[in-house]
């Protein structure tokens, strides 16, 4: 029913790697699992790591050890970087009673806490302007899919969201039961007015948070909650590049930017549980404490049922849509992959159900526009696709295929220039170049093609289908047997339909005798595994030293037969790829003919009648001819 190829990214992955093997029927078959996050695991590890060597270790080297795991964190996650800051502003904190009473004497590689606050401000700029440099002088560019409040046009509407998804994640450390693998398009609806319930949750986090600075801050001198101004510094420095407050960031909620921040939101719990253990009584503590198992067995119960939802791609999304039934990017993705498993229908309709949460969703019309052909709807949704995104690709190519299967070229091949300007190196977009286009575009697309994949067999065997519908059979036969070759060197067993249309145009030619030794070497590669290839490589080698041989000779050519090349079989067993002796020995001709020989069957320079060899010589079938892809 639908004939489209789509290319977009339906599944979202940092990186792949094989956890488990099983053997089945005698052959072991690989399990591969999505690890998500692995960055922000790393540079949580290196931040407590520098912490740790910064706070308590007395080594005369400490900051600069501390200095190299924040530079660790940051190359990490660029959150990574505030292990620096939380640093200087912690060891000024614990030092400020002896701060201005003593008098300043600074020195580079002095360990009072001018020196040390010093060389970490230099890191923290120095890191800072690198960081900066690896991104070209610029922040990354976000579209309002990616963070919607941010591009919302109204200060106050971004002020209140924003402070809002800053409560928001606190309350997600205190009660994880809202969770998501992604919070984008419209998951969280933005707050508008003050009169909004949730300004409530904002203001409850922003009096706690005042409240806890205050009595801090009048502890400052006697500093008897050093653990608990750690957690709040915990808490707050490493989630400042998430909040939006200082630049914009491509998420809304996005769970694993606390992963450093739920360290400080631990030790503040329990310093409040401390707090109250020591105030309370007996019946107090007996509460407390059963308080704290229901806790513990309520995270861990949460942690088994979130397992459970991340055990399959299908598991991961009804879970979320179960909690966020709102959010556009779930009904897409969701869609994808009712579509991978042959469930048109409902993906169809996820597909509209993500086009009615957002409707300049661009990417949501074009896999719908492929999935609609049917309906006659699919040029609708392409063109709806560009008018939200000019720039995408797929659609660009979605939409000059539908044109071709409509014979309508002009705007096929016009929608095909927009798609290679976009992406010059895009494959599809130069093989359906190839099969729209006409005369010389054809060729100049074949070649294109040649140039991006030249390990690719499909584009030597549409090369050659071209060059014999041409009426260029020499020609074609030498891409098919090229097609044959590029295939065993690449997965070490032939491509059939170039052997087959090799094999046609040798039987159609009447040589037999290559028709033979084409088959024979095919089903010898079939079970000889690499000695198909180290055959080809040889042959190549032969024919480059034969050709080599021809350079230096100068004399009258005559027929070369193949009884007049031997190859040693101790150099054979010695180098199977690029040392092979080729002794070459004369037929003992009359004494009026010259012995010396030019490999060559052209009849005008030979003057014979035949030759025994009929083709046999010439350029080598099985290598790239890439002289003929400038002349045809």
Request: glycine share 6%; aromatic share 10%; net charge positive.
């Amino acid at each position: 029913m639908n004939s489209f190829l789509l290319y977009e990214p339906k599944w979202n992955t940092s990186i792949r790697v094989v956890v488990r093997v099983k053997r089945e029927r005698s052959i072991f078959k690989p399990k591969v699992s999505g690890v998500v996050g692995r960055a922000d695991v790393l540079a949580c590890f290196f931040f407590l790591s520098s912490l740790l060597l910064y706070h308590g270790c007395t080594s005369r080297h400490r900051v600069v050890w501390s200095i190299v795991l924040a530079a660790l964190s940051m190359f990490a996650k660029e959150t990574g970087l505030t292990a620096l800051l939380f640093n200087i502003v912690f060891d000024l904190y614990k030092c400020w009673g002896t701060l201005f009473r003593s008098p300043v004497r600074w020195r580079w590689k002095g360990d009072n806490v001018w020196s040390r606050v010093s060389r970490g401000l230099l890191a923290l700029v120095i890191l800072a302007g690198f960081r900066l440099i690896l991104l070209q002088g610029s922040l990354p560019a976000f579209s309002p899919q990616d963070n919607p409040p941010a591009f919302h046009p109204s200060f106050t509407v971004r002020l209140l969201t924003f402070c809002y998804l800053a409560a928001f994640n606190w309350w997600l450390l205190i009660c994880p039961w809202t969770l998501s693998h992604d919070w984008q398009m419209g998951s969280v609806p933005l707050v508008t007015t003050l009169w909004d319930y949730r300004n409530l949750l904002t203001g409850a986090v922003i009096l706690a948070l005042l409240a806890l600075t205050y009595r801090f801050v009048m502890d400052l001198e006697l500093q008897r909650h050093t653990p608990a101004v750690a957690g709040l510094l915990l808490l707050i420095i490493p989630y400042l590049p998430a909040s939006n407050l200082l630049v914009t960031v491509g998420f809304v909620v996005a769970e694993r930017v606390l992963y450093i921040p739920s360290v400080g939101s631990v030790l503040l719990t329990v310093c409040g549980m401390q707090a109250l253990w020591r105030r309370g009584g007996g019946s107090g503590k007996r509460l407390m404490a059963l308080g704290v198992a229901v806790v513990v067995a309520g995270g861990a119960a949460r942690t088994v049922l979130r397992n459970q939802d991340w055990r399959t791609r299908e598991t991961i999304l009804r879970a979320d849509l179960a909690v966020l039934p709102h959010n556009a990017k779930l009904h897409y993705n969701f869609a994808n992959f009712l579509k991978d498993i042959e469930q048109q229908e409902n993906a169809i309709k996820h597909y509209k159900e993500a086009l009615r949460l957002w409707p300049s969703y661009a990417s949501a019309h074009n896999n719908l526009g492929t999935l609609e052909v049917w309906s006659g709807r699919a040029e609708h949704h392409f063109l709806l696709a560009l008018r939200y995104n000019a720039r995408h690709l797929n659609a660009h190519y979605n939409l000059a295929r539908l044109y071709r299967k409509k014979n309508r070229i002009a705007e096929s091949l016009k929608m095909l220039e927009r798609c290679i300007s976009l992406e010059p190196r895009f494959v599809p977009a130069h093989v359906e170049m190839f099969l729209t286009a006409a005369g010389q575009d054809k060729h100049a697309a074949l070649r294109r093609l040649l140039d991006l994949e030249p390990r690719n067999w499909e584009h030597y065997y549409r090369y050659g289908n071209w060059l014999k519908g041409k009426g260029l059979w020499p020609l074609s036969l030498k891409y098919y047997q090229s097609a044959v070759r590029v295939s065993y060197l690449t997965s070490r067993r032939a491509a059939l339909p170039p052997l087959t249309a090799a094999a046609l145009l040798l039987r159609r030619d009447g040589q037999r005798m290559r028709l033979l030794h084409l088959l024979t070497r095919w089903q010898g590669g079939r079970g000889a595994g690499g000695a198909a290839e180290r055959a080809w490589r040889l042959r190549t080698e032969l024919a480059g030293r034969a050709a080599r041989y021809t350079r230096v000779t100068q004399s009258k050519s005559t027929c070369l037969h193949h009884s007049h090349l031997e190859v040693s079989a101790h150099s054979y067993r010695t180098n199977e790829y690029t040392d092979v002796n080729v002794k070459a020995e004369c037929q003992t001709l009359p004494a009026t003919t010259n012995p010396q020989f030019k490999p060559t069957h052209n009849k005008s320079e030979t003057k014979l009648k035949s030759c025994p060899l009929k083709n046999r010589n010439g350029p080598d079938p099985f290598a790239l001819v890439s002289d003929h892809l400038k002349t045809y």
